[in-house]
């Protein structure tokens, strides 16, 4: 036979049942409450993403060199490294250094970065003083850029003495040529008169030199090439100039810098130059516009680092890059970078999820600063959404007993109870932590005190 359960605590169960279908949390004001707080952070979030720390751009563009070129070919690695990197780097050929300061001064032109010879600005009226430190900045300096000035006829040992002389100074549009316009002017040597200054660098101004249809050729670091200096070092009767001056024009030029070419540097057997030779040397910097995202600037300077630092004949290893700037300010990014390295994120993970880790937490900080102190406002929020139900009850409440006052007809008292019982059956049924219970319970009283109220008063009457 089928036990049968107590009847009271049967009972029990029921009744817990239905207080659980009364009393309980409001999910829907919760969400309200809750929901508010969310849109306030969703903006503070996207506020924070999109101005605060914007995502890195993929695409950028380097103003380089002419085509085969040292930098052309130097960018090529670049593109190379960045690509590994979810980046992509154009590469525009140019006439030189004074068309990649041109570029970069030009917002039209939508170029990011461009090789450009220290001392540039100060020869050339492509960029004005009174502008370009504004727009642009320096990522450091990527290599140097030694002078060598090989000539024919008996020692010389200012520049000077080259007055009255066929130069070649390098081609219109390139650094060397408007360093050397400087260095020449300086000692009173001008193209006029029996001066003559042609625009040929590389093999054709060896050649040149070496078939005597010019006494002296300037050569920097992309024309100097080692076969062409060990080919002018071994031929009779020409000469490596030495600068004796270094040390006056550094002080004189504070783009200069001194630079010794070892004894032997171009032909160990035969020792050639048989003595160290003193030349002045400016250096390549790599110039971005101000508006380079961080962390694209870190990863342009570590391709620079895999591109540019190795020892040659002219360097030591690791000597470039490094923070050198002389006509724009160093980045701060950059001084970052030379100074303490790539951060944390950057070293640990992938370019595209460090950066996206880095953007995050960007977050942390409206998050900390006013997410969670907002959090204390939610349960005042949620009370007064809780209450606000009873208010308005109470609202329509007073509304009903004012009506029914003015207008005591049999008419109205009939749409007034009929109303009433609305509101209390609306009550009844309404979900609500049993935390406003009393609130509950005050609000029955007050309809039933209304009631009885409005009872009294039409017995009143009608007796």
Known sequence: MKKQAPVGRSSDRSGSRRAGNYFGVSWFDLAISVGLLVIVGAVLIWV???????????????????????????????????????????????????????????????????????????????????????????????????????????????????????????????????????????????????????????????NALLDGKVDAAFLTADSARPFLMQKLIRTAGVRLFSFTQAK???????????????????????????????????????????????????LIIEAAGEVHSDASLLQDAGEFPAP??????LSPDAARYYKSGKSFVYRTMPFWLASLVD??????????????????????????????????????LIALERNVLDDPSEENHAEFASKLNDIETALNKLKMPLAYADSFYALREHISYVRSQIAALRRGAND
């Open 359 to 396: 953007r995050l937490l960007v977050l942390v900080v409206p998050v900390v600063v006013v997410l969670i102190p907002a959090l204390r406002f939610i349960p005042p929020l949620y009370a007064w959404r809780v209450k606000s139900r009873f208010y308005r009850r109470y609202g329509e």
């Open 324 to 329: 050198f700037a002389h006509d724009f300010p």
């Open 48 to 206: 924070a993403i999109r101005v605060i720390r914007p995502a890195p751009p993929d695409t950028l563009t380097i103003s380089a060199g002419p085509e085969h070129s040292r930098f052309w070919l130097e960018a090529q690695q670049y593109k190379e490294i960045l690509k590994r990197n979810g980046v992509t780097l154009n590469v525009l050929t140019s006439s030189g250094t004074l068309e990649n300061l041109k570029r970069l001064a030009d917002p039209t032109s939508h170029v990011d970065l461009g090789f450009v010879q220290s001392g540039l600005t100060r020869v050339s009226s492509v960029v004005s003083p009174d502008t370009h430190p504004a727009g642009l900045m320096s990522l450091g300096s990527v290599s140097n850029w030694p002078l060598f000035v090989f000539y024919r006829g008996p020692e010389l040992t200012r520049l000077s003495e080259f007055k009255g002389k066929q130069l070649a100074i390098g081609r219109d549009g390139s650094g060397t040529h408007q360093i050397v316009l400087l260095l020449l002017r300086a000692n009173g040597v001008e193209g006029n008169g029996d001066t003559q200054m042609l625009p040929i660098e590389g093999e054709v101004a060896v």
């Open 248 to 298: 006056a024009y550094v002080r004189t030029f504070p783009f200069l810098r001194q630079f010794e070419v070892p004894m032997g540097a171009f032909d160990l057997a035969n020792n050639l130059p048989p003595e160290p030779t003193a030349t002045i040397e400016t250096t390549m910097e790599l110039i971005a516009r101000n508006t380079l995202h961080p962390a694209l600037s870190d």
